[in-house]
């Protein structure tokens, strides 16, 4: 490969995909299979391992992800001000791996310490490395969405895997031969670090192949290479010193649930500030983009809090409620079919919707965004439906059928695809040039506005279940499915109504 292509010619690409969103997708999937083996150890060991009560675990578990996508937007505007997405992935990357290796070395003792270094490189990586896919490609090509989509199954191949193999081997059921019974946790810990390092160079060996994108707006221009000019360089040091000392603060914040409450309230409107401050730098029509994006952001935070009941009330569901048996003669673990079901489908189902769109758009019939959003919360709607519905197929001791649940699983996974990918995607499309991290850090802040209120939700059905029969636990959870399914649909209704309006009188040009 003597000849690197310039930016043209990636964006000139032919055929369905640029060639370098595979260098992204392997970078990211090993990323998010450190992210979510990493997320799925985090409850159990705190119960197990370091013996906090179920509550306790539980609370903190969410303050972890609440504080985790929040940093998104943090990460995401110093990336568009200072680093460029390449050095905040390469600066998010190392500190990932950073907090991966404390926590392999001791886990019991480093706990929050690790996580907090993850909880801040993933600021770093995430959002940038999503809106760098953006960059791929031209204004108005309509295969955009199909490529967030192709991106969105390697997130979910990451996220299985991880999934999976870290939490196995935490608790010695995986490679018990191989693995000395007091250092499981060790070596799963350890795993994340190995994986991550394998993003990071993934990464570091193809950023060459992606010309000028992601650069930093500072670098020095005379110069070949991505380094900042001598007299901002400061900035760039200061970026990472505000990255290191917010380790400490994190720490203290995550062991304190109340400081979560704090952050959340805080963390939003300042985003919204900041975001109505930069608006004033802008044209009116990129300020009606913004505005049309900021619509899709809320949007997001109600879709999050229905479909992220998936690790909170959904659990408990399929451990009291569904029966172990799929299509009447596979054996399943129902809470095994809550955890996989739905990244596999996102994996098989999410590179033929991309396809789909395509098709669509060469017969000049793609739904526009807003339309597909407005899909995607119908399906989540039927989907809740559908868990309602698990109700009419039990047994007199509360107990449904895996069928059913599966079923739903598929319909929420739909409504994800019409809405996820199709989300990041608008951001790339929505923003001007200086504001690309921003705004995809805003999405994912409304995705740790999402898992705050999905808690809540989650809660509030739970209320006084524990003195209930099983048949009542079914009926008060799925009761509570059936009033989500009311809140999609009306979520999906408005979206239609108004996407004439939104893309007239906000969108401009963009589909
Ligand atoms: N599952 C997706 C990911 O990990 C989306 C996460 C989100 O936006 N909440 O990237």
């Known amino acids: 490969m003597s000849h690197h292509q310039t930016l043209e010619e990636i964006q000139d690409f032919k ?22 083996g990493m997320r799925g150890m985090l409850t159990y060991f705190m119960i197990n391992q370091l013996l906090m009560e179920d509550k306790t675990a539980n609370l903190q578990y969410g303050a972890t992800q609440a504080f985790v996508y929040a940093f998104t937007f943090i990460g995401g505007l110093f990336a568009d001000k200072i680093l460029g997405f390449r050095k905040s992935l390469f600066w998010g990357g190392l500190l990932m791996i950073t907090g991966s290796i404390i926590l392999a070395v001791d886990p019991h003792q480093f706990f929050f310490l690790g996580i907090s270094f993850n909880i801040i490189g993933t600021g770093f990586f995430k959002p940038n490395i999503s809106t760098m896919v953006g960059a791929l490609y031209k204004d108005g090509d309509a295969r955009r969405d ?36 007091g250092a499981t946790w060790n070596v799963a810990f350890g795993l994340v670090a190995v994986v991550m390092t394998i993003s990071l160079l993934t990464f570091v060996y193809t950023r060459n192949t992606m010309a000028t994108i992601g650069l930093s707006p500072l670098r020095d221009a005379s110069k ?29 914040m995550v062991a304190n649930p109340v400081y979560v409450d704090w952050f959340m309230y805080i963390v939003g409107p300042a985003a919204l500030l900041w975001l109505f401050y930069e608006m004033t730098k802008h044209s009116g029509a990129e300020v009606r983009r913004l505005f049309a994006a900021l619509l899709f952001i809320v949007f997001s935070v109600i879709f999050w809090a229905i479909f992220e009941q998936a690790g909170g009330s959904l659990t408990i569901f399929a451990a009291n ?37 395509i098709a669509l758009a060469k017969k000049k019939k793609e739904p526009n965004t807003i339309v597909k ?55 790339t499309k929505l923003s001007p040039a200086r504001l690309q991290g921003l705004m995809m850090g805003m999405w994912f802040l409304a995705s740790a506005y999402g898992q ?23 009926m008060i959870y799925t009761q509570g499915y059936k009033d989500m399914a009311i809140y999609a649909v009306i979520a999906g209704v408005i979206l239609i109504i108004v996407a004439p309006f939104v893309r007239k009188r906000l969108m401009g040009h963009v589909h």
């Open 15 to 36: 055929g369905k995909y640029p060639r370098q969103i595979w260098y992204l997708f392997f970078s990211e999937m090993w990323e998010r299979f450190s992210f979510y």
């Open 146 to 181: 199909a490529g967030f989509s192709l991106f969105y199954s390697g997130i979910n191949i990451g996220a299985l895997l991880g999934g999976y193999f870290c939490i196995s081997i935490g608790k010695g059921t995986m490679l018990t031969s191989m693995v000395p019974e």
């Open 224 to 252: 070949p290479g991505n380094s900042i000019q001598a007299s901002k360089r400061w900035y760039e040091y200061a970026v990472y010193a505000g990255g290191l000392i917010s380790i400490p603060i994190i720490m203290k």
């Open 321 to 357: 409620n569904l029966d172990n048996e799929l299509l009447g003669f596979i054996k399943l673990d129902p809470n095994g079919v809550n955890n996989a079901a739905n990244s596999l489908f996102v994996i098989f189902f999410a590179p033929v919707i991309g396809l789909i769109w």
């Open 373 to 427: 959003f407005g899909l995607g919360f119908l399906f989540l709607g039927l989907a809740f439906y559908i868990f309602f519905g698990t109700r009419f197929f039990a047994t007199m001791e509360g107990i449904a059928s895996l069928d059913v649940f599966t079923l739903a699983y598929f319909v929420v996974t739909l409504g994800e695809l019409c809405l996820s990918p199709i989300g990041l995607s608008a951001m």
């Open 452 to 474: 705050y209120v999905a808690g809540l939700f989650g809660a509030s059905i739970a209320g006084d279940v524990t003195t209930a029969s099983n048949y009542d636990k079914l």
